[in-house]
């Protein structure tokens, strides 16, 4: 069983939309997954307008890639870089901690992530 940033059970980002770079619901990730896709966030509608402009649109779905395009209030395993950059670029956003994998601390503090948290707002969507 994969681990939290806690070191417990890692537990469902979401699954509608599903998502994970394996597209179980969870950021899960293993050798394929190069974007590290770890950082189990809640979509904004700020963070999608920078990251069109950053030459990321994550808004428009792709069948071919099974994205279906993301809205303001879904749930996403996001790749921790991109997590890293909109942190740096401000416009972070909200992480829910017990669905994001304990890789994430190899490249973030947990002190940090935490500034973001939604867990004490929402459970699972």
């Known amino acids: 069983m994969a681990l939290n940033v806690f070191g417990e059970n890692l537990e469902c980002c979401c699954n509608d939309p599903m998502t994970g770079f394996y597209r179980n619901g ?7 997954d190069q974007g590290m896709h770890t950082v189990c966030v809640e979509i904004t509608e700020s963070f999608l307008e920078s990251s069109a402009k950053a030459g990321n649109d ?3 779905a792709m069948p071919e890639y099974n994205f279906p395009g993301l809205k303001e209030g ?3 395993c996001l790749c921790l870089y991109r ?3 909109a942190y740096d670029n401000g416009f972070a956003p909200r992480v829910y901690l017990k669905g994001t994998h304990i890789t994430a601390l190899e490249h973030l503090d947990l002190e940090t992530l935490s500034e973001f948290s939604l867990d004490d707002d929402q459970s699972e969507a």
């Open 26 to 32: 969870s950021c899960d990730t293993g050798p394929q």
């Open 58 to 60: 994550l808004s428009t």
């Open 74 to 76: 879904d749930r996403w």
């Open 83 to 85: 997590w890293v950059e």
